[in-house]
């Protein structure tokens, strides 16, 4: 029994030696970073600008590779094919949240098969209407809509998309009935927009700043908790009477689980670095968005708040895992 235990101990012993070893020589090679979303999208370009930073500043090899679809899971699906040993990491954000609620049949478990390295940023959304709709507030569009019912739409990129997600928690929290346009052209749900044939879209504020400073589109608020200063004059959606409607869009590095503790902690402090670097807020500024950073725990207990949040609200719209 004695030998047994020693047998263990050693083992044990033997494993933990190991991962100290692995963290120490980490990284010896090429680090990829898998972004679940297309090229030139913003977290595409945030985790580019971050790969540029940790090659600059930390000499380490880091590339970038899209595998974009079915709400990140293709990507997920890429990541898990690789070792657990931190050279392939996972950019996702907010829809990969949402995806174990819209997904019938999924190869992974989000909280089991990954784990969190940190939060890298957050943004936020405006509500926007078209030039039609004759309302100049929150309270304003949501009478219109009712005084309407069943005759107004609201659109976005896709199901599961943010707009998607933050236009349904709108219309549960203010118990409407405007319909869900998905889009899978991001200029065509603009488009339609404009000639209004959809009425109102939750959006991301940087493809609509000059659509709102030339008055093609209404700013009504932001689901920010303060006032952007690239919309000083939008207030948020706090001051227009809707606090619960405050949310983030946000992104972030995931790993396969089990991948070592100490390199988990390696590309935490690498990461948390790489976001003070002026060239990585400078991107940041340009895509509306803020650093997060913080310890690998705060990113993992957000997820799963995320994961809860999304699902709920999925589930009180009625909307089917396809």
């Known amino acids: 029994m004695l030998s047994k235990c020693i047998s263990f101990m050693v083992g044990t012993l033997a494993l933990l030696g190991a991962g100290t070893a692995s963290a120490q020589t980490y990284p010896s090679q090429t680090i990829r970073i898998v ?43 890429e990541v898990l094919r690789s070792p657990a040993d931190g050279y392939t990491l996972y950019s996702v954000s907010l829809p990969f949240a949402a995806a174990p609620a819209l997904q019938k049949q999924s190869a992974f478990d989000l909280l089991k098969d990954f784990e969190p390295v940190v939060q890298l940023s957050r943004s936020y959304n405006v509500l926007v209407v078209a030039p039609n ?15 309407q019912p069943n005759k107004m739409n609201f659109s976005s990129g ?3 998309s943010p707009a998607h997600l933050v236009g ?27 000639n209004g044939t959809n009425q109102y879209m939750f959006i991301t504020t940087l493809p609509v700043m000059d659509l709102i ?33 405050a949310v983030a869009d946000w992104t972030g590095i995931l790993v396969k689980s089990g991948t070592p503790a100490p390199i988990v902690a390696t590309l935490n402090a690498a990461l948390n ?10 991107t ?21 708040s995320e994961v809860t949040r999304w699902s709920d609200v999925i589930a009180a719209a009625g909307i089917r895992p396809q």
């Not at 203010?174 to 749900?189: G, I």
């Not at 908790?225 to 619960?244: H, W, Y």
Request: aromatic share 4%; proline share 7%; hydrophobic share 45%.
């Open 168 to 194: 349904e928690l709108f219309k549960q929290q203010n118990h409407l009935t405007t319909a869900h346009v998905p889009y899978s052209e991001f200029a065509q749900s603009i488009a339609d927009l404009l």
């Open 213 to 245: 400073a030339s008055g093609q589109l209404r700013a009504l608020a932001v689901t920010a908790p303060q006032r952007l200063p690239a919309l000083k004059d939008i207030p948020t959606v706090a001051e227009a009477g809707f606090p619960n409607l």
């Open 133 to 147: 709709v004759n309302v100049s507030s929150v309270t304003d569009l949501i009478k219109l809509a009712k005084a």
């Open 284 to 304: 940041l500024t340009r895509l509306a968005a803020e650093p997060v950073g913080g310890d690998a725990a705060a990113f993992g207990g957000f997820l799963r």
């Open 273 to 282: 670095e790489t976001l003070r670097a002026p060239a990585v807020r400078e």
């Open 158 to 160: 896709g199901i599961g």
């Open 35 to 77: 972004v679940g979303v297309a090229p030139s999208t913003p977290p595409d370009i945030l985790s580019r600008v971050v790969a540029t930073e940790l090659s600059n500043s930390r000499k380490w090899s880091v590339i970038v590779e899209n595998r974009a679809g079915a709400l990140q899971a293709l990507g997920a699906r």
